[in-house]
Nanobody, 115 residues
Framework: QVQLVESGGGLVQPGGSLTLSCAAA????????LGWYRQAPGKGRELVAK????????FYADSVKNRFTISRDDGKNMLYLQMRRLNADDTGVYYC????????WGQGTQVTVSS
């Protein structure tokens, strides 16, 4: 079964850090550009970052640039998102997917930034 499973979310204080993980199953991640999305309370889902499978080129939304780092380990079929200097606007449910060939959304992982 083709699926993506997110993990690593939690409650963190403003200014803190968190690293999310995404496990790919049922397909070989090395063949796909992968991305992280988030959905803040009451808002639509937005692309946060993505990383190309061809050359590792990355893209970041302006709101997370210089704070978040996306990386991948295709040997393990894994995608990561290292998040630093978190603030309340980063609160939401984080999902991973394939930006150029979407599959069904997973359950996501909740990130809450609060003191």
């Amino acid at each position: 079964q083709v699926q993506l499973v997110e993990s690593g979310g939690g409650l963190v204080q403003p200014g803190g850090s968190l690293t999310l993980s995404c496990a790919a199953a049922g397909f070989t991640s090395v063949s796909y550009t992968l991305g992280w999305y988030r959905q803040a309370p009451g808002k639509g889902r937005e692309l946060v970052a993505k990383i190309s499978h061809r050359d590792g080129e990355t893209f970041y939304a302006d709101s997370v640039k210089n704070r978040f780092t996306i990386s991948r380990d295709d040997g393990k079929n894994m995608l990561y998102l290292q998040m630093r200097r978190l603030n309340a606007d980063d609160t939401g449910v984080y999902y991973c997917n394939r930006p150029n060939s979407f599959i069904g959304w997973g359950q996501g992982t909740q990130v809450t930034v609060s003191s």
